[in-house]
C-alpha cells in the first residue's frame, strides 16, 4: 500500500513562506509524477505543482514565480517551498502520486494565510 505522508503546514502571515513535505513509502521513481494539489472550501482540488519521473516541472497560473518544487531521491521526498504567500492560498494541500491512471493522495495538510 502506498502511503504518502504531509508535513510543514500551518498559518502564516501574508508574505511569508511555508515548505512542504511529502515523504513517500516507495521510490519516487516508481511514479509517473509526485506532486501537490490544494482545496480551498467549497472549491475543486487544483494542481499547485507537480514534478515527472525525468524532472519536468508543472505549475498553477496562481503560484508561478512564488513556489517551487523539488525532490530528494534518496529521501523519497518531494517538497514545496511556498514564498510570497496570499490570502487565496489557503487551502488544504494534498501531495499525489501517479502511476498513469492509478492515483494516490495524502491525508492533507493545512495552509493559512491571514493577517
Known amino acids: 500500500q502506498v502511503q504518502l505522508m504531509e508535513s510543514g503546514g500551518g498559518s502564516v502571515q501574508p508574505g511569508g513562506s511555508l515548505r512542504l513535505s511529502c515523504a513517500v513509502s516507495?521510490?519516487?521513481?516508481?511514479?509517473?509524477?509526485v506532486g501537490w494539489y490544494r482545496q480551498a472550501p467549497g472549491k475543486e482540488r487544483d494542481l499547485v505543482a507537480d514534478i515527472n519521473v525525468g524532472g519536468r516541472t508543472r505549475f498553477g497560473d496562481s503560484v508561478k514565480g512564488r513556489f517551487t518544487i523539488s525532490r530528494d531521491n534518496a529521501k523519497n521526498t518531494v517538497y514545496l517551498q511556498m514564498n510570497s504567500l496570499k490570502p487565496e492560498d489557503t487551502a488544504v494541500y494534498y501531495c499525489?502520486?501517479?502511476?498513469?491512471?492509478?492515483?494516490?493522495w495524502g491525508q492533507g495538510t493545512q495552509v493559512t494565510v491571514s493577517s
Open positions: 516507495e521510490n519516487i521513481f516508481n511514479f509517473n509524477a
Open positions: 499525489r502520486a501517479n502511476i498513469l491512471s492509478r492515483q494516490y
